[in-house]
């Protein structure tokens, strides 16, 4: 999310609105419908641990996108993809019809993940968006400014940190962009 909205794009997310009597489904799809560009993570498709189920929304997702940019014309042919996943060929145990698609892999590594992340989201912006090169280091570190200077902020507004950990991501979002018009400052 930092990443899109760093290189100039507006992310959209199911979550940016928390009207519980919005159908969720229904706001997925008309994001679907309006985005040019989409990333999905099929990391959440296998369980981590014994007793945890899998979850299936984002090849669900991936599913009406795909759809979408098959049959719903009005340009929609031209909708580009970015399908990422922690291991490169796992996803093809449980959705094997994307066995054909280019998938990047960000690894299981918690320190690296991350980061691999942020590069795979850049090279796809700039081969795909022609978004102006920025270097992903260089993204990963004014991510960490960021993380920095919003974490002192609301420290200062008088929340824990167990409460920041749980804002929506609706608000962390508005407070990229907020950082972001202010110069990023440190």
Known sequence: MFCVAYLGLRPRLASERNDSGENRLEKIRSLIECSKYSIHDLSRCQAKKKGEHFRLNMPFELGI?????????????????????????RFQ??????????????????????????KHVRNWLVSEA????????????????????????????????????QYPTSELLAEIFNWLAKGEPV
């Not at 960000?106 to 980061?115: E, I, N, V």
């Open 65 to 89: 996108d795909f759809g979408c940019r098959q049959y719903f014309g009005e340009g929609r042919d031209q909708k580009k993809f970015l399908i990422l996943e922690e291991k490169r060929y």
């Open 93 to 118: 145990a449980a959705l094997s019809d994307i066995s054909g698609c280019d998938i990047e892999a960000y690894g299981a590594d918690d320190q690296k993940a991350p980061q691999n992340a942020v």
């Open 130 to 165: 022609g978004i102006a090169p920025v270097a992903a280091r260089r993204i990963w570190g004014k991510y960490s400014d960021f993380q920095e200077w919003y974490w002192e902020k609301k420290l200062a507004e008088g929340a824990d940190e167990e409460e920041i950990r």
